[in-house]
């Protein structure tokens, strides 16, 4: 890893889903205390690093990663980076998530200054905006987390995925980034007060560059603050290259929530 990493660093409800009950997570490390977030009536004291984990929600089994940093009880919030895997990645293997991006990253990086929340889609089909929503409400009450420091990014399915949960809940995040994937312009001028930076491909043969720079143009028209990376001789996978680098992550931490 680059050695330029830092050394530290409304809810919005969906009545259709009820979080109904908790697992554990396996253990990953000694247990480090922290405080309820403001509004929560529960808290967990975690492993730290990065833990597989499973929790109910709306009578469906969601099966996630979660990666605290090693510092976790050194802070009284961090930022959290919420994570959104590929069709690839799909099913009951969680280690197929920490394949590529943030999970792969924080799992080799004990101080990645960021929480990183990554759900598994058992299905494949597209990404719930409804359950991504029910799922961050919780790990919010549960953890030390900055809530008006959520990330949230995602590659090929996941990219479209970071669209949508973007689109559904505009005042929700503080940045996003969406890597190979594509969405609906239409009404994207909720978006327009929220930093994103895309990336793709020019020769992706899966998703055409032209679905991102279709998002990307529907913003700068209405004035989104919106940057497009092109890797001009990269196909689909581009994804190596924007997570490996330390950029996206510094370029979130430059973001704190905009209220609206």
């Known amino acids: 890893m680059d050695a330029r990493w830092p050394r530290a660093c409304s809810r919005l409800g969906l009545a259709v889903l009820l979080v109904l009950a908790v697992a554990g997570c396996e253990d990953g490390g000694a247990?480090?205390?922290?405080?309820?977030?403001?509004?929560?009536?529960?808290?967990?004291?975690?492993?730290?690093?990065?833990?597989?984990?499973?929790?109910?929600?709306?009578?469906?089994?969601?099966?996630?990663?979660?990666?605290?940093?090693?510092?976790?009880?050194?802070?009284?919030?961090?930022?959290?980076?919420?994570?959104?895997?590929?069709?690839?990645?799909?099913?009951?293997?969680?280690?197929?998530?920490k394949r590529y991006g943030p999970p792969k990253v924080a799992e080799s990086n004990p101080d990645f200054p960021?929480?990183?929340?990554?759900?598994?889609?058992?299905?494949?089909?597209?990404?719930s905006p409804a359950l991504l929503t029910a799922l961050l409400d919780r790990i919010v009450c549960q953890y030390a987390v900055d809530r008006q420091r959520l990330y949230v990014t995602g590659l090929s399915l996941g990219g479209y995925g970071t669209w949508s949960l973007a689109l559904a809940a505009p005042y929700r995040f503080a940045a996003i980034a969406p890597v190979s994937g594509g969405g609906d312009p239409t009404g994207v001028e909720v978006l327009a007060h929220l930093p994103v930076w895309a990336f793709h491909g020019a020769l992706d043969d899966v998703v055409p560059v032209r679905e991102a720079q279709s998002m990307v143009e529907a913003l700068?028209?209405?004035?989104?603050?919106?940057?497009?990376?092109?890797?001009?001789?990269?196909?689909?996978?581009?994804?190596?290259?924007?997570?490996?680098?330390?950029?996206?992550?510094?370029?979130?931490?430059?973001?704190?929530?905009?209220e609206g």
């Open 114 to 127: 960021f929480i990183v929340l990554s759900p598994q889609n058992r299905t494949g089909d597209w990404w």
């Open 220 to 258: 700068r028209a209405v004035g989104g603050n919106v940057t497009l990376t092109v890797y001009p001789n990269g196909g689909h996978n581009v994804w190596n290259e924007t997570y490996d680098s330390p950029a996206l992550y510094d370029w979130f931490l430059q973001w704190t929530r905009n």
């Open 31 to 97: 247990p480090a205390p922290v405080a309820p977030a403001p509004g929560c009536d529960e808290v967990v004291n975690p492993p730290l690093g990065q833990t597989a984990c499973e929790m109910e929600i709306g009578g469906e089994s969601v099966r996630y990663l979660l990666f605290l940093p090693r510092r976790y009880a050194e802070q009284a919030a961090w930022p959290l980076i919420l994570f959104l895997h590929g069709s690839g990645e799909s099913g009951d293997n969680l280690e197929l998530v």
